[in-house]
């Protein structure tokens, strides 16, 4: 049997290919990510037999000394732990370390008000320029629309390609995985998902898919190539659409914020299975917990069919862009 010295070794050698082929490259990232932490408190890629009680409660002690929130701690123990617990089963260690996770403060989760979806689809209008053969207004404008429509992760929509859109059947295609800007991406249920969009929406797309329609995505972004994280869409979003919109701009208020905004109107006019099944979520206490906001009371709306008909539509004036582009 083989021995391996350090934690990062046995990652590399065997606990990646035997427990991560076909899982997101996200997930190998996030272990890495702790592995580096690691590294850098001891000074040294830390031996497998000292992945005990005494040294993980010395990184944890470490991680919190350099301002690292509780969750972002726990995520770090998380991976540690999946570790541990693989190294004991392939006899590489005797026994897995015994560090609880730290307790963590949760806020309610809080959503956009619709007239606050109003204000960031006024602010769109203003945004001046071409990304591409695209103008940057018609591009967030119905960026938007859809993340409010049908919820989806950020991350997977930006592999939508214009093929993915039925404008006639109002119809959006999230595939279970696709490819954006050389990055291998995929739903995290691992399922694909069919979703109805608005009238409102479609008339708006249907004058987005008029420039380029030859073009492969619905939403080129050629900013973040190689890059799973979106920075420079989120920093555009928060600079040319949240701040224009004079709305908070903090962690909690980027694309996630939508979702959580679908998910709590859905819920308020359709019942949580009906959010739930939106946003793809495995048990109705996920959708509960981290995407209804408590705080938006009850329309007085009959259940609508489809889901997307289940949210107030926004006002906002399109006189300006109708001119540019119609």
């Not at 391996?4 to 082929?21: A, E, G, I």
């Not at 690292?68 to 897995?96: I, M």
């Amino acid at each position: 049997m083989i021995r391996f010295t350090t934690v990062r070794d046995l990652y590399r050698q065997l606990y990646k290919p035997q427990r991560l082929p076909g899982r997101s490259p996200r997930t190998d990232e996030s272990h890495v990510g702790t592995l580096n932490q690691l590294t850098k408190c001891f000074k040294c890629d830390l031996p497998i037999n000292e992945l005990d009680d005494e040294h993980v409660a010395e990184f944890v002690e470490w991680l919190l000394d350099k301002g690292f929130s509780p969750a972002t701690v726990n995520k770090h123990l998380r991976n540690l732990r999946a570790l541990a617990k693989f190294a004991v089963r392939k006899k590489q260690l005797d026994e897995p370390f015994d560090i609880a996770d730290l307790p963590v403060d949760e806020d309610d989760p809080e959503c956009w008000s619709i007239d606050e979806v109003s204000r960031i689809l006024g602010a769109t209008l203003l945004v001046d320029g071409f990304y591409g053969t695209l103008p940057q207004s018609l591009f967030w404008e119905c960026l938007v629309l859809l993340l409010l429509d049908c919820g989806p992760r950020i991350g997977i929509f930006m592999a939508t390609r214009l093929a993915d859109v039925d404008l006639d059947k109002r119809l959006l295609r999230i595939r279970p995985k696709g490819q954006r800007g050389g990055v291998n991406v995929r739903q995290k249920q691992r399922r694909g998902q069919t979703l109805p969009f608005s009238q409102q929406t479609a008339d708006r797309l249907r004058v987005l898919m008029a420039f380029d329609p030859n073009r492969e995505m619905l939403f080129p972004w050629e900013f973040d190539r190689n890059s799973h994280c979106l920075q420079t869409l989120r920093r555009h979003y928060t600079k040319k659409i949240l701040r224009v919109a004079g709305l908070a701009t903090d962690g909690d208020c980027k694309f996630h914020k939508l979702r959580r905004t679908t998910g709590t109107y859905v819920t308020l006019a359709m019942g949580i299975e009906a959010a739930q099944r939106l946003l793809g979520h495995s048990s109705k206490r996920v959708t509960a917990q981290s995407y209804i906001d408590p705080s938006k009371t009850h329309p007085d709306v009959a259940p609508p069919t489809p889901a997307c008909d289940a949210i107030p539509r926004p006002q906002y004036a399109v006189d300006r862009q109708m001119v540019l582009f119609s």
